[in-house]
């Protein structure tokens, strides 16, 4: 089986078993509710690999690593419809033929969603592509000397620094590095662009990572519960342009544990400038 949450919905489960089938489980936190998603034209395969994009909740890739089938689909719609996207790693159109297995797959989104890139782990080695376009999808090879054909069973990239890093069958772990995100947003757009925070929901600490195309002269940090308080207000100085994270211990000011709830947690920025974003504490 495979199964994965989208930072962007943390709770919202994507899960595929054996026989094609694949579930979405939403509300997990309140009252789970099981969904078929299986699309009919989805292979009778086994499903090796749900992967969501963090940075969008509706948009995943399913693989399956049965030979013959195509073994790669896309939704953009959380999984109301489903679209092959093998294209070029099958030898014929409806995917008999001697195509490679898919074992993993990888969204590496930006935060404006205009230079998102999609990896596949196979039987062949590793495989990439910036434009979904169905079954006409080109997948290009990725250190065709260095990773070369060796099987790649599993793959994880964090866009706060761009690293990606895959692991092979009997030839050891690779990284590289992509494009930290976010890519190509214009500094009129915006001041402030935040990640999902991680993880969440968040049961000892939850990461952020804050992206400011330019430099800022001061900066905070406010939390703040649903019922509009305060509970934590801290300054974080000046801050250089780019990446930079911060980690909250799930502490107020007072210095003990906030209570579970939902709570909302702003980072402003000297020029009025603000992004926001939701955390679960359980």
């Known amino acids: 089986s495979a199964l ?27 009252n789970p509710t099981k969904t078929d998603i299986t699309a009919t034209e989805l292979p009778a395969a086994y499903v090796s690999c749900l992967a969501p994009n963090d940075l969008n909740a ?18 953009s719609d959380g999984g109301s419809t489903w679209t092959s996207v093998s294209g070029n790693l099958e030898q014929n159109p409806d995917g008999s033929g001697n195509g490679p297995a898919v074992f993993w797959g990888l969204i590496y989104p930006t935060f404006n969603g205009t230079a ?8 062949t080695g590793l495989y990439s592509t910036d434009l979904l376009d169905g079954d006409n999808t080109i997948w290009e090879q990725e250190g065709a000397t260095s990773i070369g054909n060796i099987p790649v069973n599993m793959m994880t990239a964090r866009n706060s620094d761009g690293t990606i890093a895959i692991a092979t069958h009997g030839n050891g772990v690779y990284s590289s590095n992509l494009p930290a995100a976010p890519i190509g947003i214009a500094d009129p757009e915006g001041v402030l662009a935040l990640s999902p925070p991680w993880p969440n929901p968040a049961t000892d600490h939850v990461t952020f990572t804050l992206y400011t195309p330019t430099a800022l002269r001061t900066h905070e940090v406010r939390v703040v519960d649903l019922g509009g308080r305060t509970v934590l207000r801290r300054s974080l100085g000046g801050l250089p342009r780019g990446n930079s994270t911060w980690r909250w211990d799930l502490k107020g000011d007072g210095g003990a544990r906030v209570p579970a709830g939902t709570y909302l947690v702003v980072f402003s920025g000297a020029d009025g400038s603000r992004v926001q974003a939701r955390v679960i504490v359980p």
């Not at 943390?10 to 939403?26: A, E, M, N, Q, S």
């Open 58 to 75: 509706d948009e995943w890739l399913l693989t399956y690593s049965n030979y013959g089938v195509k073994s790669v689909w896309h939704t």
């Open 116 to 123: 998102d890139r999609y990896f596949v782990g196979t039987s």
């Open 4 to 30: 994965d949450i989208s930072l962007a919905a943390p709770d919202v489960l994507f899960y595929g078993i054996t026989g094609k089938r694949v579930y979405r489980c939403d509300s997990l936190w309140t």
